[in-house]
């Protein structure tokens, strides 16, 4: 994917200061096989949560002086992280139980202004022109009408805004399709599988400028991939399976060779591929 930053090329410095997590918080990566906490760890491996830099994600700088619409908020990670930067921080997702626990969760955190909003993408509760970042991650895909959503995000952005998109790879979602059930590829879930050329045409065709791209999460990509598969249950606690898979590429990021395996990875299979776009202004 073209204008990547090679974030994996500064992968033995980030385990040597121990990541840390949109909280701030060290993730423990020596503890049981735990796959979410290696998938953060690997995420930050990524670029993403660089309170160093001030980059939410690569390309995507925070600081005190923005404020960020996170739409689709989910448990707020991302918005934790905008908090901390000492951003102003506008939270929107149409789940209001999950979102108050995000608002709680992110304003605890760090040192910005934190509110939530229900709502959802393809009509926001925001005014014209009023985020200087915007932040719409694992959204799309449950979108019947894309190109109309990303026109109403183009809306709420200021000139001059920064995006940050992300979507599930096309590569890792057809491998879903032969062992995921089938509420997996129906609404609420994913209804469309982006091509990573499709979403930067829409993008693209929405008004905004492409100032870089990315793509990583492999580990999810066979992760998900083996726990369909075997018909594993959600909710179990541990499978050997699954369990060795972590263990694999908990020591695959430990060894030397690691920066250019999981680049090389994430490119063939991501589980999620990324765009930071700007509004012109």
Not at 116 to 142: F, K, N, Q, Y
Not at 150 to 176: D, H, K, N, Q
Not at 211 to 224: I, K, P, V
Request: aromatic fraction near 8%; charge should be negative; proline fraction near 7%.
């Amino acid at each position: 994917m073209s204008a990547q930053r090679p974030p994996d090329e500064d992968a033995p410095k980030l385990i040597s200061r121990r990541p840390r997590g949109p909280d701030g918080n060290v993730i423990p990566i020596d503890a049981p096989m735990d796959p979410f906490l290696l998938a953060l760890h690997d995420d930050v491996l990524s670029g993403w949560f660089n309170a160093d830099s001030q980059e939410l994600a690569p390309h995507f700088p925070v600081t005190a002086q923005d404020v960020v619409a996170d739409v689709g908020c989910g448990e707020g990670g991302m918005s934790m992280f905008c908090s901390r930067m000492g951003a102003r921080v506008i939270m929107i997702d149409n789940d209001a139980e999950i979102l108050a626990q995000a608002v709680h969760a992110a304003a605890t955190v760090g040192t910005g202004q934190v509110e939530g909003r229900e709502g959802v993408v393809e009509t926001l509760p925001l005014e014209d022109a009023a985020a200087s970042r915007v932040i719409c991650c694992e959204v799309l895909e449950h979108v019947e009408d894309p190109a109309s959503a990303l026109r109403e995000l183009v809306r709420v952005g200021r000139p001059g805004a920064l995006y940050l998109f992300t979507v599930p790879g096309a590569a890792s979602e057809r491998l879903m399709r032969g062992v995921a059930p089938p509420h997996y590829f129906q609404r609420p879930n994913h209804v469309r599988i982006f091509e990573a050329d499709e979403l930067a045409a829409l993008v693209e065709e929405a008004g905004l400028v492409i100032e870089g791209r990315f793509a990583y999460g492999f580990f999810w990509t066979l992760y998900w991939l083996f726990f369909f598969g075997a018909g594993i249950e959600f909710g179990r606690k541990s499978d050997p399976v699954l369990d060795a898979w972590t263990r694999t590429w908990k020591e695959m990021i430990e060894s030397g060779r690691a920066p250019a395996i999981r680049a090389a990875l994430h490119e063939l299979a991501p589980r999620s591929i990324g765009i930071v776009a700007r509004k012109p202004g």
